[in-house]
């Protein structure tokens, strides 16, 4: 039955029941109401009613923040259920509506808010301040909040696939919006990463793992391909090359930053392994002798990363394939450290450079390195590190003092040894 169109809320002349609310300053207002309208809409109304000494007037307590919200519900109550929605406007009316509504117990307004604030947009601090609200109001009110319950694991997983996918622009780009779109996912898959109590389970699984291995796998061929094509570019110096070449690197960067947060830095490890004489052999070539400055500034940053994991034993390699990466980036890097120091000296707003603790961290991990090597790869490395003219960066004197201390121990102990197996013999 629809008592709007036939009781009108404050219609003092069919009034049965007059609502009076009170503030918590005291001040009272009169509201003419209609016990049949009360009754159908709110079991609250209906148990205070349905008591005989209840009278025709029933007192509601409210502050002053919440009176505007109590009289809204009131005019509620007089409405059909099918004009309910249309009579909200904004989320805050709606979030203290619906407070009201559950406690005093109106199905259909309740109902109402639950449907509207579940469906409209949310701002940030809206969103903070319905959840808060949501928790506070118990399971009636939960359906609110659907669009930010957590998934299940297969839905969590197929996301981060596709995510994947889209970083690194396995099936192609998407142009013309292709590198927006393709560094939002990037972000996205960096921030699923972060820590939640799920992401060991979705890392974990094979599907998960086969795609990142593809996706690392076609970022270092994109840049591989790029670099092996800008040697052939007429202009070396030409912006569009350059941008292609660095964008790729991002890529094959942003890769080494995720991977160990997957447990499969081994994985770059070796594909940057595998990838170095190559890249080495292109930008030492006598055209770039003056340029990219910028590419090789990143390519010491990621091959950092690469022996910090190593020389840490964060991933471990046999000892051929150690002495391998050392002895294909160690002389590259005494090489364009001085180069660059060159040019910041020419020029104080030459931009590239490799910062104090790029250098430390660098220093430190091939030190590490060197040290958990056989000896004779040590001596050999240590030997090619006296030859040079730069011995300065990076300073491997540590671990020539190291060397040496093993070195005199270990003929020492050698002596030990067959000092005790001659007495050994002489005694029988």
Request: net charge negative; glycine share 4%; with cysteine.
């Amino acid at each position: 039955m629809q008592y709007g169109c036939l009781k009108s809320f404050g219609d003092k002349g069919t009034s049965d029941v007059v609502l009076r609310l009170r503030n918590s300053e005291g001040r009272p207002e009169w509201f003419y109401s209609h016990s049949s309208v009360l009754v159908s809409k709110s079991r609250f109304f209906a148990d205070r009613l349905s008591n005989p000494g209840s009278g025709s007037c029933i007192e509601i307590h409210c502050s002053d923040s919440t009176y505007d919200h109590h009289v809204n519900l009131l005019r509620l109550l007089y409405l059909p259920t099918d004009s309910l929605l249309d009579s909200l406007d904004s989320v805050q009316s709606a979030l203290a509506v619906l407070r009201l509504a559950i406690a005093f117990r109106c199905e259909d307004v309740t109902n109402c808010c639950i449907q509207y604030l579940e469906a409209v947009p949310w701002e940030d601090k809206e969103e903070e301040q319905i959840v808060k609200e949501v928790s506070e109001l118990g399971p009636v009110a939960m359906p609110i909040l659907a669009r930010i319950q957590p998934v299940d694991l297969s839905a969590t997983k197929n996301v981060f696939i596709s995510a994947v996918r889209f970083a690194t622009s396995i099936g192609g780009s998407c142009p013309p919006f292709g590198d927006e779109l393709k560094t939002s996912a990037q972000e996205q898959v960096e921030f699923m990463l972060g820590g939640d109590e799920d992401t060991p389970l979705v890392t974990a699984d094979d599907e998960v793992k086969s795609v990142v291995k593809s996706g690392l796998s076609q970022v270092c061929s994109l840049f591989e391909n790029e670099l092996s094509s800008f040697l052939l570019v007429p202009d070396i110096t030409a912006e569009t090359a350059e941008t292609r070449i660095l964008q790729c690197l991002s890529d094959v960067e942003w890769m080494c930053n995720i991977l160990p947060k997957m447990d499969l830095m081994k994985d770059f490890v070796c594909s940057w392994g595998g990838m170095s004489r190559k890249i080495l052999e292109i930008v030492e070539d006598k055209k770039l002798d003056n340029a990219m400055w910028v590419l090789k500034v990143k390519l010491i940053e990621v091959t950092g990363k690469v022996l910090e994991a190593v020389g840490y034993g964060n991933v471990i390699l046999p000892a051929p394939c150690r002495v391998q990466l050392l002895k294909t980036w160690l002389p590259y890097i005494r090489k364009i450290k001085p180069l660059l120091d060159a040019k910041a000296d020419e020029d104080t707003d030459f931009p590239y450079k490799m910062d104090e603790d790029l250098c430390q961290s660098i220093e430190g991990a091939i030190v590490s390195l060197v040290l958990a090597l056989p000896s004779n790869d040590q001596a050999d490395i240590l030997t090619d590190w006296m030859k040079t003219e730069q011995l300065k960066y990076p300073d491997l004197s540590e671990a020539f003092e190291v060397w040496c201390y093993r070195t005199k121990s270990a003929k020492r102990r050698l002596m030990e040894g067959l000092d005790r197996v001659g007495n050994t013999t002489i005694s029988l």
